[in-house]
């Protein structure tokens, strides 16, 4: 496994960004980030947002441990662009269709603490790689865990020169 991520620093806080193209026009695509049940496939806990509209509250939910925390919507522009918080972190997506009709999807990932940086995109990588399978109509579920695939894909970060150091759960 390769990591697809690349780090980066915006506004001065670390950040994480990763881009992928599908087959798929936009609006499935947007689908899979903004229904909760498209969610389920790939992201690493439930969502449930009380809207998608900007200042709407977003929980996170963990099957094992419950609470995942909360945080609200930053943008919603359907299909291009959906943004919201997780505690003091930032999750944008922005989807672009392409002149061939596919789709790029943009990911970025701002964070509070650069040393999380190697962990959080190995748990990412993974995670987009359930959301490919999801878009292939072969949805297994989001990846959860330190699994020998996440391991692989830190170690790569790390010797890339990512920032790591963070605590590393399980």
């Known amino acids: 496994m390769s990591p697809t991520g690349s780090y980066l620093e915006i506004d001065g806080r670390p950040a994480l960004r990763?881009?992928?193209?599908?087959?798929?026009?936009?609006?499935?695509?947007?689908?899979?980030?903004?229904?909760?049940?498209?969610?389920?496939?790939?992201?690493?806990?439930?969502?449930?947002a009380s809207s998608w509209a900007p200042g709407a509250a977003v929980t996170f939910s963990f099957e094992e441990d419950g609470?995942?925390?909360?945080?609200?919507?930053?943008?919603?522009?359907?299909?291009?662009?959906?943004?919201?918080?997780?505690?003091?972190?930032?999750?944008?997506?922005?989807?672009?269709?392409?002149r061939d009709g596919r789709t790029r999807l943009t990911f970025t990932h701002v964070m509070e603490e650069r040393d999380g940086a190697s962990r959080n995109a190995a748990g990412w990588d993974l995670c987009l790689d359930a959301l490919d399978a999801a878009l292939a109509g072969t949805?297994?579920?989001?990846?959860?865990?330190?699994?020998?695939?996440?391991?692989?894909?830190?170690?790569?970060?790390?010797d890339a020169g990512v920032p790591s150091g963070a605590p590393i759960p399980g």
Do not use: I, K, M, N
């Open 67 to 98: 609470d995942g925390g909360g945080g609200e919507v930053l943008v919603h522009e359907p299909p291009h662009r959906v943004g919201f918080s997780w505690g003091g972190e930032q999750l944008w997506f922005e989807v672009e269709t392409l």
């Open 18 to 48: 990763f881009v992928r193209e599908y087959d798929h026009p936009a609006d499935r695509v947007f689908t899979l980030l903004t229904d909760p049940d498209e969610l389920a496939h790939w992201f690493p806990a439930r969502v449930a």
């Open 139 to 158: 949805p297994g579920g989001a990846p959860g865990g330190r699994t020998p695939a996440w391991e692989e894909l830190y170690r790569a970060y790390v």
